[in-house]
Structure formats: structure tokens, C-alpha cells
């Protein structure tokens, strides 16, 4: 199973395709009791953990306690991140080293239109190598997100739905990246809602223009994640505590479209 928790709704990034509608703000990130709690309800312990947003990383310490409760509980734990923080190449490696000892085995990196006209892709790329040197897996990716096509619709954000229906780039995005299409076939060429690591299309072209070493390396984290995608079972913990999306039978009321 595995268990998708939303550190917190802040960003300090706010992109015009994001599906939660993340944006600057100051709430407080989920408590380690709530995930405690949840992780306690489920009927069996999560195989793998993924710390995602809004920008986890808002809240360093926040991101290695929860990191460290999940892998008290044996999970395999990997941290969704917009790369916005991993500004100097120094600061980043300190950072990534802290989170390997908390227990982050991947991180997914976030890039792509939307991010880039706001985080250069340079932060993005001074965390693959920081994560490449210290030994951690590194995913990039490379979003083309249109939340409705993606699955994200109906998730109590209608203001989401209308606002990216009305955004005439992203359909004209999405029409133009049906041949770089992964995930469910079909499914109109765009990573699902929840991330997905991809090497297609414009995304291999970044990911050549990674350079020779450091294409390779992300390419066997990419080869690696697909193997290791583990079971279907799939659940989303709200930083509210609120279930945001359950395939798992019999449990709870929310359910992916
Ligand atoms: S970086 Fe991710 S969470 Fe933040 S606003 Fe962009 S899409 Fe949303």
C-alpha cells in the first residue's frame, strides 16, 4: 500500500496548473500524531510513504520527524518537492544530507512549465546532484498537469476545476503532449495527478540535456522506481487529517475518479 501525505497546503511557489491550489501562506504543516493516528487506523502498515504538498520543505524539521515515524513503521519514505529551496549547491547538500539520515530514500523533483516560470530549473537540477552524490534515488518530474484530464476533478476544489478549464495554455499544453502520454493509456498525455516519474518526450530531451553522467544516473532511478512501484493499493492523508483518496476496499468514504 501505499500512503501519500500532504506535509501541508503552503507553496512557497503558487502555479497556475496546481491541483490543490497551493499557494504562500503560514498554517501550521500536518502534526506527527495525526499521521500516527492515521497510519494506526489502516489495516495494514504502508509499504512506502511519500511526503508531498504544497512545498514540504517549508518546514524542514516538520519533514524528518514525520520521515522518521514512518520509518519507525518500516516503510520506504521519499519526499515530493518543487526543488524552490535547493538555491546553493553547499546549503542543498547539507539539506539532503540531513534528510538521508532522517530516512528519505527519494526524492521526486518537481520541474516543468509551470514551476519553471517560477523556480529556475537550476534549483532543480543542484538537488539531483546533491541526491545523486549522497547515494539517495532521484526522480525528475516533469508535470504537463491538467487536473481534470489527470483525475484530480471533484476533490471539493471546483475553484481548482474552473480556474484551470479556463486556462486556455494548459489545454492547448495538453492537446499538443498527447504522443509524450504515459501512466494510464489513454490517458491524454499528462503524469497523474499524484506524480509519476516519466521519460518521454520533452522530458527526455531535459533529461538529456542533464549531460551524459547524470542522464544516466536518473535515468536507473527511473528504471528502479518503475520496479519498485510496489502494490496499486493507494491512500491520500489531507494535512487535516482528512482522507483524501482511498483504492483501498472497504476503506473510507473518498474515492479517486
Ligand atoms: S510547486 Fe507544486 S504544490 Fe507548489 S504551487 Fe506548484 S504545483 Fe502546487
Known sequence: MRLYV???EQ????????????????????????????LGSLPRAPSHVALTGGEPMLDVGRVL????????RGAVVRLI?????????????QLVRALGRAGIRGL?????LYHDEQSPFNNSLNLLRAARRIGIACHLNYVYLWPQQAGMRGKGLPAVDARVGDDVRTL?????????????????GLSSGWSRMWDRGRARKLIDALGAELAAGVRADLLEAERAQGPSDL???????????????????????
Do not use: M, Y
Open 172 to 188: 492547448a499544453l495538453q492537446r499538443q503532449q498527447v504522443s509524450v502520454a504515459v501512466g494510464q493509456p489513454g490517458a491524454g
Open 65 to 72: 520527524e514525520l520521515t522518521r515515524l514512518a520509518r519507525a
Open 81 to 93: 518537492t518543487n526543488a524552490g529551496w535547493a538555491r546553493g549547491a553547499r546549503e542543498t547538500e
Open 11 to 38: 507553496c512557497d511557489l503558487a502555479c497556475r496548473h496546481c491541483g490543490f491550489d497551493c499557494r504562500p501562506g503560514d498554517a501550521e504543516p500536518i502534526r506527527p500524531e495525526t499521521l500516527a493516528g492515521f
Open 6 to 8: 500532504q506535509v501541508t
Open 108 to 112: 521526486w523533483i518537481s520541474a516543468g
Open 235 to 257: 491512500v491520500g492523508l489531507g494535512k487535516d487529517g482528512r482522507l483524501l483518496c482511498s483504492r483501498i476496499e472497504g476503506f473510507g468514504q473518498a474515492a479517486l475518479p
